[in-house]
């Protein structure tokens, strides 16, 4: 069975291709919009689970959440930082937690793509480690 961060990262991947693919092929504005939607909705969870992910660390590790707010403040989601906190907290399973250098190395990663490899690298790293595991109970 496929890692579920690594298939998030196929599917946002694969989905991209496939529009530029489309964009040069004959499809209906219809059929273009609807591609577009589920392109937003992909990236969205994508986001969701790299979200989940950093702030699972910073639950764990607190020396994180300076490194952790940074990446919130280049996601452009600081001002949900809270909301966050308290949502991923109830839900984050700390003993499956990735040891604190690892999550420090996630953490790093964390921020917008700006091509596919940053997201893959992202979700690479994220899953080499168990943090997979240590948001599992979130989903």
Do not use: W
């Amino acid at each position: 069975m496929m890692n579920p961060i690594r298939h998030t990262t196929v599917v946002v991947a694969a989905t991209t291709c496939l529009l530029a693919a489309l964009a040069r092929a004959d499809i209906t504005p219809g059929q273009l919009t609807e591609l577009q939607s589920q392109v937003a909705m992909q990236q969205a969870m994508a986001m969701a689970t790299m979200i989940a992910i950093i702030e699972g660390c910073a639950q764990t590790y607190p020396a994180l959440r300076p490194a952790v707010h940074g990446a919130y403040v280049e996601l452009g989601v600081d001002r949900g930082e809270d909301r966050f906190s308290k949502a991923i907290g109830a839900c984050v399973d700390k003993g499956s937690a990735p040891k604190e250098s690892e999550c420090d190395g996630v953490v790093r990663l964390a921020g917008p793509p700006q091509n596919h490899r940053g997201l893959q690298s992202f979700f690479d790293a994220a899953s080499q480690t168990s943090a997979g595991k240590m948001i599992a109970s979130c989903k």
